[in-house]
């Protein structure tokens, strides 16, 4: 079946610093990737998503692409600040989001002035 | 924005007894929904489809006597969880369907089971 696989945390980076949230996948088809945010006491949100290979999904600064060859959607950010703090989830959807996602564990960023 | 509403944030109830979580839509109908349960530090699990009007679809090894879903309005989803034991403590999450691809998740229910 369908699997999500992204980098364990707690990471913990220091303001301005660069950021990669790894994450890879494996699914039998052609999936939507997505990057899903969720801060302190609030529900997930859609951060960015990419429905097919080589797209790029951007959002807040975030950017991650869609690399079919290597099965991956890492998660970049040029220079992150301290409202980036959340937990960070990947996840996958055969449906294009219309059927339920398959989710990786969710990364626990901390970034510290 | 869109908005999906989860009630009761957090629960706690006796062994055995029933507890019922709601999911609504604030601002726009959703013909299907979805229950998800996260365990501490691990993925969320999908369970369930909750289609508007229908029965619900469930994930493998997910118990449908169980976990009882009711989806009987177009902002509606109720998750019932049945004679509950110690082991289905957990956090709940819901989320709506707007359409293909916008996905809105609900703040997410614990419950705990003494």
């Known amino acids: 079946g369908d699997s999500v696989t992204q980098m364990e945390g707690p990471v913990t980076l220091s303001e301005e610093a660069f950021l990669t949230i790894n994450c890879t996948y494996t699914?039998?088809?052609?999936?939507?990737l997505f990057w899903y945010v969720q801060y302190p006491g609030e529900g997930l949100q859609l951060l960015l998503k990419a429905t097919k290979a080589d797209d790029k999904g951007s959002n807040k600064g975030f950017e991650a692409t869609y690399r079919k060859e290597t099965t991956s959607f890492h998660l970049e950010k040029g220079s992150v600040q301290v409202s980036d703090s959340a937990v960070y989830f990947c996840?996958?959807?055969?449906?294009?989001?219309?059927?339920?996602?398959?989710f990786g564990k969710g990364t626990h960023l901390i970034i510290q002035p | 924005g869109a908005v999906v509403s989860q009630h009761p944030s957090r629960v706690i109830c006796k062994s055995g007894t029933s507890v019922k979580i709601e999911c609504r839509s604030l601002?726009?109908?959703?013909?299907?929904m979805f229950w998800y349960r996260q365990f501490p530090k691990q993925s969320l699990m999908l369970m369930a489809t909750?289609?508007?009007?229908?029965?619900?679809?469930?994930e493998q090894g997910v118990e449908k006597d169980k976990f009882l879903i009711n989806h009987a309005s177009l902002t509606l989803s109720t998750l019932t969880v049945t004679s509950a034991h110690p082991e289905d403590s957990s956090f709940y999450i819901c989320?709506?369907?707007?359409?293909?691809?916008?996905?809105?998740f609900g703040e997410g229910s614990r419950l705990t089971v003494l």
């Open positions: 699914a039998t088809g052609y999936p939507s």
């Open positions: 996840a996958l959807s055969e449906g294009g989001g219309a059927d339920g996602l398959t």
């Open positions: 601002d726009f109908q959703a013909t299907t």
């Open positions: 989320s709506a369907n707007r359409g293909p691809g916008e996905l809105f």
């Open positions: 909750s289609n508007e009007g229908s029965k619900a679809t469930y």
